[in-house]
């Protein structure tokens, strides 16, 4: 018993001293919280940046990796979706698809966390926008150096 109270307390020790660490640390950097949105003033500016367009639709955008979500190659601006509507399905559910000429959600979408076949998509895979996204013509806000296999070029 004494042993595990001992224990507890070396345990509180090392958390309270790297606590400390850190904070000194953060203090020599001048203790300054850097922004993506980089220098610009949110007050006194008197025009926001232009935002970027989206890129023109296209048949599909290259994959970088096996099990990728495709990206979206079309804009999604005002695209719902909520509890009772599913912009994204009125074109690519497998009964519109031949007649939009969207792909079909793929097979894997109707099966649920418990690996059960649905016959409809599965609510795991209902918010689209979770994994695919639409793309804009922006710089990179984080440079990346991330090459895709030769497998899937
Ligand atoms: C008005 C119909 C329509 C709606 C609504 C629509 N799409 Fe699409 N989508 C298409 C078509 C058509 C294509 C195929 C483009 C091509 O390959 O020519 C496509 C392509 C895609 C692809 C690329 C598939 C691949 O294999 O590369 C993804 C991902 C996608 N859409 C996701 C979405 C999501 C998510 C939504 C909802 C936010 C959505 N789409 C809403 C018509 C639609
Ligand atoms: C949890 C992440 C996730 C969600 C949510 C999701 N997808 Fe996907 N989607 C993927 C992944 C990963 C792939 C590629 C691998 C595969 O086919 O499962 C994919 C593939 C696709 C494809 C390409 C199918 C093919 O045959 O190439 C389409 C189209 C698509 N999804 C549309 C949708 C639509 C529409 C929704 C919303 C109803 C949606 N997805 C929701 C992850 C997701």
């Known amino acids: ?3 595990r109270l001992w224990l ?4 509180a020790l090392v958390i309270v001293a790297v606590g400390a660490w850190s904070g000194v640390a953060m203090a020599q950097e001048g203790g300054e919280v850097r ?5 610009v003033p949110l007050e006194g500016a008197d025009q926001a940046p232009e935002m970027a367009r989206w890129m023109p639709d296209s048949h599909g955008l290259p994959r970088n990796y096996l099990q990728q979500p495709p ?3 079309h804009h999604i601006e005002g695209y719902k979706i ?3 509507q599913n912009k994204c399905m009125t074109c690519h559910s497998w009964s519109k698809a031949k ?3 969207a792909t079909k959600i793929s097979l894997t979408h109707f099966r649920n966390r418990f690996g059960t076949e649905l016959s409809d998509v599965s609510p795991q895979r209902y918010f689209c926008t979770q994994c695919h996204v639409p793309q804009k013509d922006a710089k990179p806000l984080v440079d990346n150096s991330f090459k895709p296999v030769d497998s899937v070029m």
């Open 1 to 3: 018993m004494k042993k």
């Open 35 to 39: 922004s993506l949105r980089g220098a």
């Open 99 to 101: 007649e939009t000429h």
């Open 8 to 11: 507890i307390m070396w345990a």
């Open 71 to 73: 990206l979206i190659p």
């Open 82 to 84: 909520d509890l009772r």
